[in-house]
């Protein structure tokens, strides 16, 4: 996995680049067919400009009648603009061969004799002008005149890119979801390279912790089969005890994963009472006395709030309380010292627990809450558990619509903010 994955990803993004290339390549390419689609009209204008302009000569003089040949030659003979057309007659004529041809620019002409002086113009035209564009109107070896028509035509980028707008909207739209794609895919890949880690981990740490309590029950379970221990009524309570206490503590980690699974349900159930959240505080800081003594550490009680009354259970309540304290224990180098503060805020009670333990770095921290996540603890190694604890805090914390955060730096320790609604009077 490890080695497919960067692989994987290197190939999407390969993909994804190539594809954004192709949509731009495409865009230009989009472009380039309007701009030769634009050039052909122009062209075909002018042909048609051309035969109006003859057509329109012959049906004034009253040739229409005439066979192909008679008319050929009697607008190589006779044949002018100047004379038989208005510039109304000869901008209705443009108009019209432009239209046919999908071009709606704004544009300008001017048509000059065989002497190149202009004979008739529109007001803007310049002879300067871009884009002009030249026909000869007279035909072939004409015998009276030579007229030649210049078209300047005002081509606005703008409009071009209006003309093709959903093609560009579309090519960005699907641009768009495409990387997308590629992000959620990439994401994807990440988030399961982290479960099959955390699995992996949680496997492993599960392992360790039921297979210790069990090597101790095996042994009880011999010892009690000892000739010289079956009659010792000592020694059968001593071992007896000894498999009870290790049965109790894989329940309690069999517990703590269905525990875990019942909040990724979201079935857990709440019995929500008022309680006063200084006794809770008190009661289990009197639990942990006795480990704090055994680690020669110091719990440091400033319950100041005034009011203390919270909408909550019990139970989990306590839990919560009762986690926070031990892993304040637990990830301690030196004797632990635990500060526990309450303060009123508002209209919420505030509860910080600040401890003098390892600390974490702030990617610890923002992994802290997810379940199965087990920080580095360094030279700690007697730190056991699924990674579940803060993962059933930040849950049940949720659940009681409160808040919760941490603030922490390796090496010195970490302070873990709780905020619950105080009970309406």
């Not at 038989?84 to 019209?96: A, R």
């Not at 992000?183 to 479960?195: E, H, S, W």
């Not at 930040?394 to 603030?407: L, N, T, Y």
Request: hydrophobic letters at 40%.
């Amino acid at each position: 996995m490890k080695k497919i994955f960067p692989i994987i990803v290197v190939l999407i993004s390969l993909s994804v680049i190539g594809i954004l290339f192709i949509q731009m390549s495409w865009i230009q390419n989009a472009f380039a067919l309007k701009q030769d689609e634009f050039e052909r009209g122009v062209h075909n204008s002018l042909i048609k400009i051309r035969e109006s302009l003859h057509d329109r000569f012959l049906y004034k003089t009253n040739e229409g009648y005439m066979n192909e040949e008679s008319k050929e030659y009697k607008l190589r003979l006779d044949f002018s603009v100047l004379g038989n057309f208005t510039n109304d007659e000869i901008h209705d004529i443009i108009d019209k061969a432009l239209s046919q041809n999908n071009i709606h620019y704004k544009y300008e002409y001017g048509i000059t004799n065989i002497f190149n002086n202009i004979i008739f113009q529109s007001d803007g035209f310049q002879v300067t002008d871009h884009n002009i564009y030249r026909q000869d109107l007279s035909p072939k070896d004409a015998i009276r005149s030579q007229e030649t028509l210049f078209l300047s035509i005002k081509v606005n980028r703008n409009q071009v890119i209006g003309e093709m707008w959903w093609m560009i909207v579309a090519s960005i739209v699907f641009t768009c979801i495409i990387i997308l794609a590629f992000a959620l895919t990439v994401r994807t890949l990440f988030n399961q390279k982290k479960i099959s880690e955390i699995k992996s981990d949680f496997i492993n740490n599960m392992t360790h912790e039921l297979k210790t309590p069990l090597a101790t029950i095996s042994l009880a379970i011999d010892a009690l089969t000892n000739e010289k221990v079956i009659h010792d009524v000592d020694k059968i309570r001593l071992y007896s005890g000894m498999i009870k206490e290790e049965n109790k503590r894989m329940n309690k980690q069999v517990e703590k994963i269905l525990q875990a699974a019942r909040l990724e349900k979201e079935e857990l159930k709440l019995n929500l009472q008022e309680l006063d959240a200084r006794q809770v505080i008190n009661k289990v800081a009197d639990n942990l006395a006795l480990q704090l003594q055994e680690k020669s550490g110091a719990l440091n009680l400033k319950l100041n709030a005034d009011n203390n009354r919270i909408t909550a259970d019990e139970v989990h309540f306590s839990n919560i309380i009762f986690n926070l304290l031990d892993n304040a224990m637990k990830y301690s180098t030196n004797a632990p010292y635990i500060e526990v503060e309450t303060l009123n805020a508002g209209d919420s009670l505030v509860i910080k627990i600040k401890d003098n333990g390892i600390g974490m770095d702030r990617e610890t921290q923002t992994r802290i809450f997810e379940k199965f996540f087990r920080a580095h603890t360094g030279n700690l190694h007697n730190v056991k558990g699924f990674g579940l604890g803060l993962s059933y805090v930040k849950a049940i914390v949720d659940a009681h619509d409160g808040k919760i955060k941490v603030e922490s730096a390796p090496g010195k320790g970490s302070t873990f903010t709780l905020t619950f609604p105080l009970r309406e009077a």
